[in-house]
């Protein structure tokens, strides 16, 4: 069995946090940052990994679908609910990882912009803090996702052009003024929480055409990556708690995918010290069983991608676990 893993925001410069057993992976293994590569978002990376044609991850549709949903062929959206807050001389993104939204609001909120906007914005509440909109249009504009646009320019992380990025700002500016006058937002703002007084559209696009997946099953929170596995034919899984459920349901031959973004927002977020607490559960979680695992035979190979460091990938298999000149280093060597 080979397992793959792809850990964004791993490599966070001066984190002082340390790993043993996702050192030692690391350092024993065979590790390359392939000549020409960029720093990807997870989205890019996916979609290079998936081979989906296009100049973006239709992220919207691939949510849906990995949601249990049909896209069928309509224009898909994440429609996102964030917070812009309002600085000096520019308005920043708050993206919903950096605040608490409970389903009763998010669902409260969905039904009275839907009860709006009809079918020009067909909203779904896929978790309270992710959603995807129907649109009646393609978007005349580019985002990256909330939690890359964090703390950025409102304007900076959009890149708008023509009729259609107009009639999209417009239905845009129509959302923030209905979500400013509900009384959920009102509600939160008495209790000094953030409203959530924005849409943050984004992964525009109709459902892709996915070619069959080389991992044999894929586990992930992200609906996108668990939309790319339902539509490549790969078995979707859920992300369990840690490696031991997962190796308990593997099957025992095969590619297996599985999306580790824990550190994403607390990175994104400039949250050190919860960073330093994810980066802990997911050595005692992950990286110690899977470690053991690969010294038993249990698993033949172990893979940790890096997509956001240069797209640096390590390999590591059980004969490489002696080579003890290769000594262990910070996380933060890598960076």
């Not at 679908?65 to 964030?82: F, S």
Request: aromatic letters at 6%.
């Amino acid at each position: 069995m080979h397992c793959e893993l792809i850990v964004p925001g791993l490599f966070a410069e001066a984190s002082g946090t340390r790993a043993p057993a996702l050192e030692l992976l690391l350092a024993r293994g065979r590790g390359a940052v392939h000549a020409g590569s960029e720093s990807l978002p997870v989205e890019a990376w996916l979609q290079a990994a998936f081979a989906v044609e296009g100049e973006s991850l239709p992220a919207g549709a691939l949510s849906l679908a990995g949601a249990g949903g049909e896209p069928g062929p309509g224009c898909w959206a994440r429609a996102d609910p964030v917070h812009l807050r309002l600085l000096r001389d520019r308005m920043i993104v708050v993206p919903a990882a950096a605040f608490d939204l409970s389903r009763t609001e998010a669902d409260a909120l969905v039904e009275a912009l839907n009860r709006h906007f009809g079918e020009r914005l067909a909203l779904q509440a896929l978790e309270p803090g992710r959603w995807c909109a129907r649109l009646d249009l393609q978007p005349g504009f580019q985002a990256p996702a909330p939690l890359d646009a964090a703390g950025r320019d409102v304007d900076l992380a959009i890149r708008a052009g023509g009729e259609a990025g107009k009639r999209c700002a417009a239905l845009l500016n129509e959302a923030q003024m209905l979500l400013h006058a509900h009384p959920v937002n009102a509600a939160r703002e008495a209790r000094g929480e953030p409203a959530v007084n924005s849409l943050w559209l984004w992964g525009a696009g109709a459902a892709p055409r996915v070619p069959p997946s080389r991992w044999r099953s894929v586990s992930a929170d992200d609906p996108v990556a668990r939309g790319l596995a339902r539509l490549s034919g790969a078995r979707e899984r859920t992300l369990p708690e840690g490696a031991a459920a997962w190796l308990h349901d593997a099957p025992l031959d095969g590619r297996h995918l599985v999306l580790l973004d824990a550190l994403r927002a607390p990175l994104a977020l400039g949250q050190s010290a919860e960073y330093a607490e994810r980066i802990d559960a997911l050595e005692k979680r992950w990286f110690e069983p899977l470690l053991a695992a690969l010294r038993a035979g249990r698993v033949g190979m172990v893979t940790v991608h890096v997509p956001d460091s240069l797209g640096a990938s390590f390999e590591t298999i059980r004969g490489d676990l002696r080579r003890f000149w290769r000594r262990p280093r910070a996380l933060e060597k890598y960076a």
